[in-house]
């Protein structure tokens, strides 16, 4: 009786042991899959410090790999000179994010090509490109933890200096608001930052997102989701934050 009721149990989880088998199958493929963009790779050309943030598109063609027969892109093309500010302007679904997104080498182009400073960006090391942009996107992105350690996590060094913390915070007009809290820096935001109001929120994105002090900055629709009041106050952080930079920002 005893060997019976211990293998009715068993067998009463057996499709659930199937399912947990099949799921482990999955996660090892997808483990052993290699990126067709490999953030860990070492190839490609670094960044001279010397070169200018010109951004051109010529006659990009894009479609997304779950939707191979749905051009997103068609032969896109504009160039941006260093320091320029360029709103992409359309109707939903005509490309502006994904213009972003391929500018961050989230995504290969299909033809055509993307310079920095007249090189291919594909040609340029990952890690190197990325490291002079900064995107600030609609949806604000904060993890459980401190203001400062969700700002650090903007950062391309270990070792940040508070000076170069609260330059960045007055630059996204957060300063005096991380001042007012019990704890300052190291007050817990919570939750994806549900103990933030929406505008602080995107501003403390905005403060992360500027110290890295980036030489290009991507703003993907970053005050769609604010109401009025609040767009305002992250807008006017916005244009502080783009000046001296070259700026392309998706309109909504």
Known sequence: MYGANTAGATFHHASDMGKAKNAAADFKRLFDRLPAIDVWSQQGETI????????????????????????????????????????????????????????????????????????????????????????????????????????????????????????????????????????????????KGNMLPGGQKQRVVIARALIRNPRVLLLDESTSALDSESEKVVQAALDVAAKGRTTIAVAH
């Not at 951004?55 to 479609?63: A, G, S, W």
């Not at 320029?84 to 500018?103: F, N």
């Not at 400073?117 to 190197?128: E, Y």
């Not at 007055?170 to 007012?180: H, M, R, T, V």
């Open 48 to 191: 001279d410090a010397s070169a200018r943030e010109a951004i051109e598109f010529r006659h990009v063609h894009f479609r997304y790999p779950t939707r191979p027969y749905y051009p997103v892109l068609s032969g896109l093309s504009f160039k941006v000179e260093p320091g320029q500010y360029v709103a992409l302007v359309g109707a939903s679904g005509c490309g502006k994010s994904t213009t972003i997104a391929l500018l961050e080498r989230l995504y290969d182009v299909l033809s055509g090509c993307i310079y920095l400073d007249g090189k291919g960006i594909s040609r340029l090391n990952v890690n190197s490109y990325r490291s002079l942009l900064a995107l600030v996107s609609q949806e604000p992105t904060l993890y459980q933890g401190t203001v400062r350690e969700n700002m650090l996590l903007g950062s391309n060094e270990r070792n940040v200096s508070e000076e170069t913390m609260v330059k960045a915070c007055k630059e996204a007009n957060i300063y005096d608001f991380i001042l007012s809290l019990p704890d300052g820096f190291d007050t817990i935001v919570g939750s």
